[in-house]
């Protein structure tokens, strides 16, 4: 069975770009989290979809972050304009419905400079 | 707020003890309990779940749940080399938490 991929691994931008990430969850997997983890923390959740609408966006940076999941399957988060502060890996998780065990994509290292 | 919380450590335990790490959490209606565990440069790699009070055990990993403490424990036996990581702890209740990590050190 195929894991969560996600895309690019790496990504270096200046401040003040925009970005964009895509993550393909595990097949029929509803429930989709995107998180944000800074170098010696644990992963902050920024949002999570079930099948296609949002259950939990509350520490989203939404001036910034968007997020999107079309269809209920694949997922893009984006950051617009992108500070120093984003610099961080995005992790993509999936579970099969909430409350259930999750898997986390390879993740995306962002540098903004 | 829901709130998990972790030692950072660093845990340092020689090779073929047992190691014990611990999580407290804040949300009395969490419902499931999961270990992960994060080496340096690469995502979380899910080791154990539990739902139910209790222990549940499954090769050297023992998790064990107190919900009236809202505790959470993970025990590794016969630590080894390769134990050696940052082991998350998270919590659901309708939504997945996370806690900072402890950095698990297993000692040769």
């Known amino acids: 069975e195929a894991g969560v991929a996600q895309s690019p691994r790496y990504k270096i931008i200046e401040k003040r770009q925009s970005v964009a990430f895509w993550c393909n969850p595990i097949?029929?997997?509803?429930?989709l989290y995107w998180y944000q983890q800074i170098l010696g923390q644990g992963p902050k959740l920024l949002i999570q979809?079930?099948?296609?609408?949002?259950?939990?966006d509350s520490q989203l940076p939404k001036d910034r972050f968007s997020a999107e999941r079309l269809k209920g399957v694949d997922s893009t988060l984006k950051i617009q304009p992108a500070k120093l502060e984003d610099s961080a890996v995005y992790l993509c998780?999936?579970?099969?419905?909430?409350?259930?065990?999750?898997?986390f994509g390879q993740g995306t290292r962002l540098t903004v400079v | 707020q829901k709130e998990v919380e972790q030692n950072s450590g660093p845990l340092s335990v020689p090779e073929g003890a047992i190691a014990s790490l611990n999580c407290t959490y804040s949300d009395r209606g969490s419902q499931s309990f999961f270990w992960y565990r994060q080496y340096s440069g690469k995502s979380p790699e899910l080791i154990m779940f539990?739902?139910?009070?209790g222990d549940k055990e499954d090769g050297r990993f023992t998790a064990q749940l107190n919900k009236a403490s809202q505790y959470v424990s993970l025990l590794i036996r016969d630590s080894q080399p390769s134990d050696s990581a940052t082991y998350l702890c998270a919590v659901s209740a309708d939504g997945l938490t996370f806690g900072k990590g402890t950095h698990l050190i297993i000692q040769p």
């Open positions: 979809f079930q099948n296609n609408g949002v259950v939990d």
């Open positions: 097949s029929g997997h509803a429930t």
């Open positions: 998780a999936s579970s099969l419905m909430v409350n259930t065990e999750a898997f």
């Open positions: 539990i739902y139910s009070n």
